[in-house]
Structure formats: structure tokens, C-alpha cells
């Protein structure tokens, strides 16, 4: 494999778009791709553009190099190759030529929305730009072929793309695409060619290497906290540590005069000092010990949330599923009445890269570099802070070294602006890790109470279940629907994605917001809910007398569901004795377009020692673009999901976090991770499922359905560190 950066530079973000004499930058408007459209005035400031540019989503240049413009972050999940690859199937080039950069926000917004969504969330990079992507890639074909015809006045049916080159048929005369690029780039196409079907495939569905390998090992790979701007100054900040504090006061003395400190910069909430090198602000600012404004937030403890949400399920709640009479079924003489309440704690997003900005601000213009997974909200945050008009800002979006759904929201971006505006220089802030973990959006708490009837063939007749959990919409800023819901609460649980028929279902729900801040974790609702839904289910399957997989398998109707259940009972070894102490678990469900099961064995010793022997996934996704990189996310997935279940909680005292680093905050070790394997049955049809957060969400309930196969306790609260699983 040819190695290729990603270029993520100011002027790698531009310079691959050429004139037509020199290469081809392929447009994908919306909503047709065919047509040319002028890209406006210079980027980046330090480029002309050429006037007849034709641009969005590939740049031949004209040493065949093809370049692909990424609307999705590369955060680790594969995405650039995997969205490169879409291209290039439609493309027919040659896969060593292809490289790819981040798309310019700043130009989605000035072409209104080219690149359509640039919110890398909900597992949603392929699935919601495969079919752009594709037409994208089609149109660039059918207009180099068209190119090529042209040049040899022959009848554009002699010719073919294939291999970075077009061919024509009756002579075997070729041309490669840089050849052909300027000549392309003129060509307006009456209508969009049709794109590839899945048994046309090539690339598609292939092993392949990543694009992003090469960088990352080699070490040019640029991410955030990597950028150095000339002239810049380095921010170390202190935030309150609890959360809607505010700074009441500060003695600059002690950092003032310190060697190569700057300023002591005051912000609402915090206290920045900036110096010429991070570590000597980082010590100045050890030495300051400012006064905050805390109000009545710090009388909240976890034992008081650990209150709310458990009252929450004896008060009123928003109805989010009512199908059935679940309250007659459950009320009827001689049902069989299951009953439990399940919690789930906050986690911490825990990036291995904390958040960091780099920002330079002049009077008509502000440049960003930031890991984001969401370059359009960056651009808007730092366009508030700066009281500029956004289409003057300019996110260069990195590498990010973890996301998880931490990088949405930015606060580091808009404190490096409000520093900037007061030293008149570039800006680096660095979170250090423990305002990283401290200052994190956490997964929500929630406590849930199911209310499960068994019909008399053993089947569920009805269910009833009341969650109260931490609002995100709220903890955002954002208004809830009218109908006083929001779809992560019940993710996984609600009718349209769930495994199984249930004729009796009520859902409902009491959303909190604390002062605590909350915001999506990989997974998001199904990363607890499906914890709750999968245990309370083997649960049910106990209470009927019934093997687990059989009580899945009788209640499922779907065949993506069924075909997954079946290759886990397969590949699980589902149904094989195992030894003393050992058990086997598993759970499945529906979670960002893709079926996901797993099955988790364990081994219990009798003094409580857990553990975890093997790990078997199980996603069907619809359509498998890398094989290599759908592996890898179920592989990191699951081990997210286990240093979770073993280990995850945040724990507020005073009204701050308790947890500050990965010593008080633990995560899964090399020793302690079992043998993963990986299933891809994909089913194919017209939809394709996500795959960032779909196996997250199974291993919780697997490996605590294991657990109780191996011991006889049944885990309904998280982390299993507070659990005593020493056998009666």
C-alpha cells in the first residue's frame, strides 16, 4: 500500500482545487452534481483560486493524485477511508493515487450546505453520505470519459474508465485522468449518471489499509494539540469545578513576574494564565488559588442524584410509547408479574487527547485549529465569541485524538478567543486532564423500573417501563417536543428498533436536568438503555423457565434480527457446557441504523474475582465498506463498553466531580481484555446502518446476563466494581 497523508493544513484545505488547465476539481451542488459553480474569493488567505473552479468533493490533479474532500471527521473510526473508498468505486481510479482532507466549513456554509452535514455524531458517516458520495464519484467519471471522447472525436459509448485512466475501447488508446482534468472540468452534464449498485461492487466491501495509518505511525500526522502557529502563546486555564460557578475573585500576584508569563486573563467562570510554554503556565497557574461564586450547587452529592432519579420513577412522566392496554395485562388474574429497577451512573468521555484550541484573531478574520466532530458548531461558537460574522472564521479541523461525543460542544474554542482578544496573539489552550475529566458533558444518570407480564406461552404479553434519566436537550439549551420527550431516553427500548413484539407496551419518562452537564457518550441512550431492556429480558426469560437465546429468538419477527441471533448462537457456542464458576450471556438491539448482539463469557471465582474470557459481536450494518475498520470499531466498541461496565462512574461531592484523572477514573488494561471476535452478516437491502456506536450498547447486559449465569446474582446497578459477586 502506497502511504499518503492526510493533509489537514490551511493550504492543503485549498490547494489541491486547481484551474482547469491544471486539474479537476469535481462539484457536488445541491442538489445536482452536474453543474459548475464559482468558488468565491481566496480560503485561507494565503491562496488564489482559480475563477472557473469546480469544487466540493474530488481534486485530480495532474499527477493522477485524487484527492477526496471529507464532509465527516476522522476520529480514529476509519472514516476517511472508508468515504474515500465510496469514491473511488464510483470513480474507477486508482486506489494507490488517493489521498483526503477535511472539508472547509467555512465554505459549506458560504456554498449553503455542499457538504451537507458536517456533524460527525450517531455513527452516521457513511450512512448519511454514501449515496452524495457515490453520485459525486459517478459524476466525475462520466465527465472524464466525456472529456476523452471529446479529444478523439469518437462516440463517447468506445470509452471506459477503469484504473485512473479512460480507455477507448476499439484502438486501446488510454489517457489518464490528470491528463484529462482540465478538459473535464468544463464538461456540464444534462443529467446525473447512475450510480453502482452493491453486486457491481469492487472496492466496496474489500480489505483495505487506512489512509490515516502511514501519519499516525510515522508522525506527521497533525491533531490538535499538535499545532504550533509562529508567535503563538500557550493558555493553561482553571475552570470552576462546579459546574455554573463563577470566578469571584483572584490575587495575579503569584503569577505575575513568573518567567515568560504573559498575562493572568479573567474569564466568567475560569482563570487563564498565558505564557510562552505551556508548563510555565501550567506552574504559574498552580500557584494562584482563586475565590469562586458557587451558590447553593455545592449541597449536591451523588447520594442526593441518586435520590432524584429513583423518586422520579414514582412521579408524572411523559408518555413516549403507549401501545396495548399495558396496565389491564399487567393487572389481569394469573399473570405472571416480573418487577426491577436498573441504574446507570455518568461517564466521562475521557478522550485520550484533551481538549485544546488554537486560535489567531485580527480584526477581519479568525482562524481555528481544533479536533472537532462538528466543525459547523465550532465555526458558530467562535464567531460569538469573537462578535464576528461567521463567514469570516475558519476552522481547520485536525485529527481528533477521541471524540465519543465530547466534541461538539466547545468551550476550550471559546476560551481561547476571549484570551486572544485580550493578549492581541495566537492562543493555544490546553485542558489539562484533569479540567478534562472534571469539565467533561457526561453520559446521563438514570434509574429505570420495568413491569414485565408473561402471556401463557411464555412470551412477554406486556411491559411497562418508567425511566428517569438526565435530559441532554435540556443540559444543551435545547427545547424538548411538545410531547415533553426526547428519542435518547428510550433508544433501544421504543417499538421501532426494538428485537421483539410486545402487544401491551407503555414507555414513560421524566427527564431531570441538574447542574451537572450532560451530553452524548458513544452509544448514547442504548449505551444504559439497552443494559436495562437486555437484562430486564433475561430477566423475563428466567421467570418463564425458558433458555435465553429461545425466548429472543420466539419473540423476534425481523430477519436482520433473527439472522443476527442466529449467528450468535453459532459462533457464541451458544448451548456448550461450561465449567464451575463460568457462564454465558448475551443481548442484542437496534441502535443507529445496525443490528448488534453480542455474547460475553465469564468466569467467577468463588472469592467474587470477574473475569471476562471472550467477547463474540455480532453486526449486521446492511452493506460493509472496510471490513478492516467495521472490525476495529466493534473491537474498540466493546472494550469502551467494558472499562464502562467494570469501572465507569462519575461521582459529584460538594457540587463538584470527585474523579480528576485515570487514577481515581480507571480504564481497562491490555491484561484485562478478553479474546474479541467479529461477525459481519451483513444483509444488504437498501439500507446501510451505522457503525461507531452499535457495539457499545450489548456488552453491559451480556456480560452481566454471564454473570448471572455463572453465580446467580443479578447485576441491576453499574459499575461492576460496586457489585460483590462472591457466590452464596
Same mark, same amino acid.
Given at each position: 500500500m502506497t502511504k499518503h497523508d492526510l493533509a489537514l493544513s490551511r493550504r492543503a484545505l485549498i490547494s489541491a482545487a486547481l484551474s482547469a488547465a491544471g486539474g479537476l476539481a469535481v462539484g457536488a451542488f445541491v442538489p445536482a452534481f452536474a453543474q459548475a459553480a464559482v468558488l468565491g474569493p481566496v480560503l485561507s488567505g494565503d491562496e488564489t483560486l482559480a475563477p472557473k473552479e469546480m469544487n466540493a468533493f474530488i481534486v485530480i490533479d495532474p499527477d493522477n493524485t485524487v484527492t477526496v474532500r471529507l464532509p465527516h471527521t476522522e476520529m480514529g473510526q476509519g472514516a476517511a477511508t472508508a468515504l474515500s473508498m465510496i469514491v473511488a468505486e464510483e470513480l474507477e481510479c486508482d486506489w494507490t493515487t488517493v489521498k483526503c482532507e477535511h472539508a472547509s466549513a467555512n465554505r459549506n456554509l458560504r456554498d449553503k450546505g455542499v457538504y451537507r452535514s458536517m456533524t460527525t455524531v450517531g455513527s452516521q458517516g457513511v450512512r448519511s453520505s454514501y449515496q452524495y458520495l457515490q453520485q459525486a464519484g459517478a459524476s466525475a467519471r462520466v465527465r472524464l470519459v466525456r472529456a476523452a471522447a471529446t479529444q478523439w472525436n469518437v462516440p463517447i459509448d468506445q470509452c471506459v474508465a477503469a484504473n485512473g485512466a479512460v480507455v477507448h475501447t476499439p484502438t486501446k488508446r488510454s489517457l489518464p485522468y490528470g491528463a484529462l482534468a482540465g478538459a473535464a472540468a468544463a464538461v456540464k452534464l444534462d443529467a446525473e449518471p447512475a450510480t453502482k449498485t452493491p453486486d457491481q461492487y469492487r472496492l466496496i466491501g474489500k480489505r483495505t489499509a487506512r489512509l490515516d495509518s502511514a501519519p499516525k505511525v510515522n508522525g506527521s500526522a497533525q491533531f490538535g494539540i499538535d499545532v504550533r502557529v509562529p508567535g503563538m502563546v500557550y493558555a493553561a486555564i482553571s475552570i470552576c469545578p462546579v459546574f455554573g460557578g463563577k470566578l469571584k475573585s483572584v490575587d495575579e500576584t503569584p503569577a505575575v513576574g513568573q518567567r515568560g508569563v504573559v498575562a493572568v486573563v479573567k474569564l466568567d467562570n475560569s482563570v487563564a494564565v498565558v505564557a510562552d510554554r505551556y508548563w510555565r503556565a501550567r506552574a504559574a497557574l498552580a500557584r494562584l488559588k482563586p475565590e469562586w461564586d458557587v451558590g447553593d450547587r455545592a449541597a449536591v452529592d451523588t447520594p442526593m442524584l441518586k435520590k432524584l432519579y429513583l423518586d422520579a420513577l414514582d412521579g408524572p412522566m411523559a408518555q413516549?410509547?403507549?401501545?396495548?392496554? #399495558? /396496565?389491564? $395485562?399487567?393487572?389481569?388474574?394469573?399473570? =405472571? !408479574?416480573?418487577?426491577?429497577?436498573?441504574?446507570?451512573?455518568?461517564?466521562?468521555?475521557?478522550?485520550?487527547?484533551?481538549?485544546?484550541?488554537?486560535?489567531?484573531?485580527?480584526?477581519?478574520?479568525?482562524?481555528?485549529?481544533?479536533?472537532?466532530?462538528?466543525?459547523?458548531?465550532?465555526?458558530?461558537? #467562535? /464567531?460569538? $465569541?469573537?462578535?464576528?460574522?461567521?463567514? =469570516? !472564521?475558519?476552522?481547520h479541523n485536525c485529527y481528533v485524538g477521541g471524540g465519543f461525543g465530547r466534541r461538539n460542544q466547545h468551550e476550550e474554542v471559546v476560551q481561547a478567543v476571549q484570551i486572544a482578544k485580550v493578549v492581541n496573539k495566537p492562543v493555544k489552550v490546553v485542558w489539562s486532564r484533569e479540567e478534562d475529566m472534571r469539565q467533561d458533558r457526561y453520559r446521563p444518570q438514570a434509574a429505570v423500573r420495568f413491569r414485565g407480564a408473561l402471556a401463557p406461552d411464555g412470551k412477554i404479553n406486556a411491559m411497562d417501563v418508567k425511566i428517569g434519566v438526565g435530559s441532554l436537550f435540556l443540559s444543551l439549551g435545547r427545547p424538548l417536543g411538545p410531547d415533553g420527550v426526547e428519542p435518547m431516553a428510550f433508544e433501544t427500548m421504543g417499538s421501532p428498533t426494538s428485537p421483539y413484539v410486545i402487544p401491551h407496551k407503555r414507555i414513560g419518562i421524566s427527564l431531570k436536568n441538574t447542574h451537572v452537564p450532560v451530553s452524548f457518550w458513544r452509544g448514547v441512550g442504548g449505551s444504559q438503555n439497552c443494559f436495562f431492556m437486555e437484562s430486564f429480558i433475561d430477566e423475563m426469560a428466567h421467570a418463564a423457565g425458558k433458555d435465553p437465546w429461545e425466548f429472543r429468538r420466539a419473540m423476534a419477527t425481523r430477519p436482520d434480527m433473527i439472522g443476527v441471533l442466529d449467528v450468535m448462537k453459532?459462533?457464541?457456542?451458544?448451548?456448550?457446557?461450561?465449567?464451575?464458576?463460568?457462564?454465558?450471556?448475551?443481548?442484542?438491539?437496534?441502535?443507529?441504523?445496525?443490528?448488534?448482539?453480542?455474547?460475553?463469557?465469564?468466569?467467577?471465582?468463588?472469592?467474587?474475582?470477574?473475569?471476562?474470557?471472550?467477547?463474540?459481536?455480532?453486526?449486521?450494518?446492511?452493506?460493509?465498506v472496510n471490513p478492516t475498520t467495521v472490525e476495529q470499531q466493534c473491537e474498540g466498541g466493546a472494550i469502551m463498553a467494558l472499562t464502562a461496565a467494570l469501572y465507569g462512574e462519575i461521582t459529584i461531592r460538594n457540587g463538584a466531580t470527585v474523579q480528576n484523572n485515570f487514577t481515581n477514573y480507571r480504564l481497562l488494561n491490555m491484561a484485562e481484555t478478553p479474546k474479541i471476535e467479529v461477525y459481519l452478516p451483513a444483509s444488504g437491502g437498501p439500507k446501510w446502518g451505522g457503525i461507531g456506536e452499535p457495539s457499545v450498547p450489548p456488552l453491559a447486559p451480556a456480560l452481566c446476563n454471564a454473570i448471572f449465569a455463572a453465580t446467580g446474582i443479578r447485576v441491576r446497578s453499574l459499575p461492576l466494581k460496586n457489585v460483590d459477586l462472591k457466590k452464596a
Open positions: 413516549a410509547e403507549n401501545t396495548g392496554d #399495558a /396496565a389491564a $395485562a399487567l393487572a389481569a388474574p394469573g399473570a =405472571k !408479574v416480573v418487577e426491577a429497577i436498573y441504574e446507570a451512573p455518568m461517564l466521562s468521555h475521557s478522550p485520550m487527547e484533551p481538549m485544546n484550541a488554537t486560535v489567531q484573531l485580527s480584526p477581519d478574520r479568525l482562524d481555528v485549529w481544533v479536533g472537532t466532530q462538528s466543525p459547523p458548531n465550532v465555526l458558530r461558537q #467562535a /464567531a460569538e $465569541a469573537a462578535g464576528m460574522d461567521p463567514s =469570516k !472564521v475558519f476552522v453459532d459462533k457464541g457456542r451458544w448451548g456448550q457446557r461450561m465449567g464451575p464458576g463460568q457462564g454465558r450471556g448475551m443481548a442484542i438491539c437496534e441502535t443507529y441504523g445496525s443490528v448488534s448482539g453480542q455474547v460475553v463469557e465469564v468466569t467467577v471465582s468463588p472469592d467474587g474475582k470477574l473475569k471476562v474470557d471472550r467477547v463474540v459481536c455480532v453486526v449486521d450494518c446492511y452493506h460493509v
